[in-house]
């Protein structure tokens, strides 16, 4: 099933044994973080039996979803609970989705990107009814007159005081590279920020951090490469500020869509919409000419400024490592929104696996269908824990002749977000993905390496501390396959070893009779 908006998720969590209520106060510069932290390092409370089969981890983390009842700033208490580890897992990733399994939602999306061509006049009309399906799923405006759920309480101009949300301090040196206070060390880490293009009017989601600079002053930490970057550098081209509202807490499927790396002119929203089967209801901002999800728990409008920047970061990041400080625009904040009794959703990012592993994850599965339509011969892939899900792919090819390694190297370096992968391990189709073992395994037994290894330069994710330059540097393909003839080996390359299929048929059934049970 699909959940209406977060109040609703939090109860299913509750129900399912899969959150914790903390009474007890905690601080939200840094105590919280470190509950938060431990927590994600826990077993899940399904352990293996919550896990796919391919899953690395064998649900050996992921803890429990956390909602901290009485957090306090240095003694000052805020008056919303805050929600953490929401989607800190498998289950409750397919709960949050509505799914058995992520296998589930890659499978519509496959039909989706791929879309069978009807014959005919009566199997076109067919065709309609699941055409007809898909516009229903578009966000639609409310029309109703009454203020929406995310504008029960309204905050307007001077009014509005960040200080007073639960932002919290994750790790000890965040902000470190201001020097307007304790504030600073506060960052927005679970906002979807919704953007809009000044020309297209195309509307874009994403999750961006924001780190707290004053009462109603942020700093709005977009990667370049990304389609709120494209947004905000159109409107500075004209001259003008770029609206924006920061939104926490919507339907679930809305805040993972903001994570996904959807292709430009998708609309996440739509997407949010096409996973929970269900169209995503909109209502307009108070001060700023944009829509927001009505279901939203909290809503902090305001623009970007085109010309202010400010010095962002440090921030402690999924890599595991402090992101460096660098210049971004400064977000001045119009108005705050909220529901009564608002929960803050935010989230604990640092080495992994933490909260953030499980959208990735999502994505990974989903998303295949999309990169198969763009890499054909990709039978599988994966973004491997240690590689923070950038630094390394794991990609396995059904080959079929000379060079088609390295001739997918490239098309995945050319595909989306994918691009800015740094080592990327291409295998036969014998080998699994999901199995790091295995596939550091026939780089071992296939790799010869003056040979076998591509080097390249290109786009590298802003984040990767080891490039000589920021978002740039040589990245590496590796193609592990078994060589062809044609590809170089001066020796007849070898069979794999595998027992004869009659016999493991045979072995398997008398099984029992061996060990007795």
Known sequence: MSYNNLREFVAALEREGQLVRIAAAVDGRLELAEIAARVMKQASPEGLAGAPPHDPLNGRFGGRALLFENVHFGGQPCDMPVLV??????????????????????????????????????????????????????????????????QEVTQL???????????????????????????????????????????????????????????????????????GAVNF????????????AIVFGSEPAVTYAASAPCPPGLDELLLAGFLQGRAIELAPCLTQPLEIPVQAELVIEGEVAHDEMTIEGPFGDHTGFYSAAGEFPVFRVTAVTRRRRAIYPTTVVGYPPMEDYYLGKATERIFLPALRAIVPEVEDYDLPLAGAF?????????????????????????????????????????????????????????????????????????????????????????????KLPGEGPAREWPGQLRMAEEVRRRVDGRWEEFFGG
């Open 85 to 150: 580890n929401a989607f800190g897992s498998y289950r409750r990733m397919y709960m949050a989705l509505g799914c058995r399994d992520f296998d589930e939602l890659a499978a519509r999306v496959n039909a989706l990107v791929q879309p069978r061509i009807p014959q005919g006049v009566f199997a076109k009309l067919k065709k309609l009814p699941e055409l007809a399906h898909l516009a229903s799923l578009t966000p639609r405006v409310r029309v109703k007159t009454a203020p929406p759920p995310c």
């Open 157 to 227: 101009g001077d009014a509005v005081d960040l200080s007073t949300l639960p932002v919290i301090q994750c790790w000890p040196d965040d902000g470190a590279g201001h020097v307007v206070g304790e504030i600073a060390r506060r960052y927005i880490t679970l906002g979807c920020t919704m953007t809009k293009h000044p020309q297209t009017d195309g509307r874009n989601l994403g999750i961006y951090r924001v780190q707290l600079l004053g009462p109603r002053r942020a700093a709005m930490h977009i990667h370049p490469p990304h389609d």
């Open 233 to 244: 550098r159109a409107w500075a081209a004209q001259g003008r500020p770029m609206p924006a």
């Open 390 to 482: 950038h630094n390394f792919v794991f990609v396995r090819i059904r080959k079929s002749y000379d060079g088609q390694a390295r001739k997918v190297m490239h098309a995945i370096w050319g595909a989306g977000q994918l691009a800015c992968s740094k080592i990327i391990v291409v295998v036969d189709e014998s080998v699994n993905v999901h199995d790091a073992d295995a596939v550091w395994f026939a780089v071992g037994a296939n790799v010869d390496v003056q040979r076998d290894l591509e080097r390249v330069s290109g786009p590298l994710d802003i984040l990767d501390h080891a490039g000589d330059t920021i978002g740039t540097g040589s990245k590496l393909g590796i193609d592990a396959t078994a």
